[in-house]
């Protein structure tokens, strides 16, 4: 294979900025290049550099005045909700049993859990995510579709079956017994196969039994190095009635400690209204708050308080996420949008290139995997988002004002969706342009 040259203006973070004007935390070149081969950076820099180590008849492709990032993480969303987002009128509970069960209830056809698969990750790349840790329904034949979809991509999911053994129709209910049978030999079959992570995936423990989370702690013990993923302290009246069911636990977060499911690599959606204990409990295990504004506003659930978060004194470690279908857009321009509303309402405000941070190397840290994605850095998956700021009429008048970097990508994310999404690349590939737009 030969090397391809993508020319544009680079950015790629080395860690969290603490301000506008933290220009230590990123490489930002005007003039810059990403020397890939065999699907892995080889380089990033000024395109002079770059350039001069590129092989013999190396393809140059060229994206300026483009920026090109590392391509988006997504750290929740579910697969099967592609027919629930925008569905009105709801909180939570309501929401699952009104919409979301029957949708979900419809992927025990294989055929239709394969066709939203595809359709799934095509918006995810449309819109410049190049990984999503991901729910698929309660069907290990949905989860089967959606690893053979990206794999078939080459793209980097965490993934996995949902597990639920009650309080919800019958048709989107497994056993424990089932769960930790049907999980195992998804595990099996598809962790660590090319790019494809498994993440065991108990909803949440209104829906699983006792025995259930049971099964789902001893996947977790037998799988050390798979994630974790599930809900958390979104809504009142789920974390009453998750009380209700687990007499003798002292608060949600204690649930998921008492059957063995938080550490480091579990991913607790939402985390909106946490005691201090609770967030104790998170920080010392490590496990990850994911942050998702989108679903929080239009389901009601509350504010996430970001910045509190990442400034106690024991720390969460946090992720963003578009919590497709809760949340009401795959784009991460428009959730991070969301998620500075959400903080301007707590009285403070987040600066733009944490925004870029966190959808990029942020939540690549808080999945574990800024090894291999999040950032430009050599030796990692070449899995780039092109971005163009001027990508719509409002955004090319607004852009003409425009003086700094911070002040462009801060437009990006207060106007961009996938129309600014200009090219994406897979593990080298480009994507988003092969894309058939047809459903
Ligand atoms: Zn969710």
Redesign the pocket.
């Known amino acids: 294979m030969t090397d391809t040259l993508i020319r544009g203006r680079i950015l790629s973070f080395h860690r969290r900025p603490e301000s506008r004007d933290d220009l230590a935390a990123f490489l930002y070149k005007e003039n810059g290049a990403v020397l890939v081969r065999d699907g892995v950076i080889v380089e990033a820099g000024a395109f002079d550099s770059i350039s001069a180590i590129a092989g013999e008849g190396t393809q140059v492709i060229d994206h300026r005045p483009h920026l090109i990032l590392p391509g988006f993480i997504d750290a929740?969303?579910?697969m099967p909700q592609m027919q629930v987002i925008a569905s009105y009128g709801t909180e939570l509970l309501d929401w699952l049993n009104t919409y979301t069960f029957p949708e979900e209830a419809k992927f025990r056809d294989a055929q239709h859990g394969r066709r939203i698969a595809r359709l799934f990750l095509d918006e995810s790349i449309r819109h410049g995510t190049t990984t999503v840790a991901a729910?698929c329904s309660v069907h290990k034949s949905s989860a089967e579709a959606f690893f053979d979809e990206a794999h078939n991509r080459n793209m980097m999911v965490i993934a996995g079956k949902v597990m639920m053994d009650r309080n919800a129709p019958d048709a989107v209910l497994d056993t424990a017994q089932t769960a930790y049978d049907d999980s195992k030999a998804l595990i099996e079959a598809w962790h660590n196969r090319g790019r494809q992570r498994y993440a065991i995936t108990p909803r949440f423990a209104l829906t699983s039994t006792p025995e259930q989370l049971e099964a789902a702690g001893a996947l977790a013990r037998e799988h050390p190095d798979c994630h974790v993923q599930t809900?958390l302290s979104?809504n009142h009246a789920e974390i009453s009635e998750t009380m209700a069911l687990y007499p003798g636990l002292q608060d949600y977060t204690a649930i998921y400690e008492h059957y063995g499911l938080i550490g480091p690599k579990s991913l607790f959606?939402?985390c909106i209204h946490l005691s201090e204990r609770e967030a104790d409990a998170l920080s010392d295990s490590g496990s990850v708050a994911v942050f998702?504004p989108t679903?929080n506003l239009f389901l009601g659930s509350g504010l996430f308080d970001y910045h509190r978060y990442n400034r106690r004194d024991k720390p969460l470690r946090v992720a963003t996420a578009s919590?497709v279908g809760?949340g009401t857009n795959y784009s991460l321009l428009r959730t991070m949008d969301e998620a500075y509303k959400v903080i301007a309402l707590q009285g403070e405000k987040l600066n733009p290139l944490a925004s870029f941070w966190q959808i990029t190397r942020g939540n690549a840290e808080a999945l574990s995997i800024s090894d291999k994605v999040g950032t430009l850095e050599a030796g990692t998956d070449a899995d780039l988002t092109i971005l163009d700021a001027s990508a719509t009429p409002t955004m090319a008048l607004r852009m003409e004002t425009i003086g700094s970097l911070a002040e462009e990508l801060f437009l990006l994310q207060t106007l961009g969706d996938d129309r600014a999404v200009g090219e994406v690349y897979v593990a080298g590939r480009a994507v988003k342009s092969a894309l058939n737009t047809a459903v």
């Open positions: 929740h969303a579910h729910y809900h979104e959606g939402h998702c679903s919590d809760g």
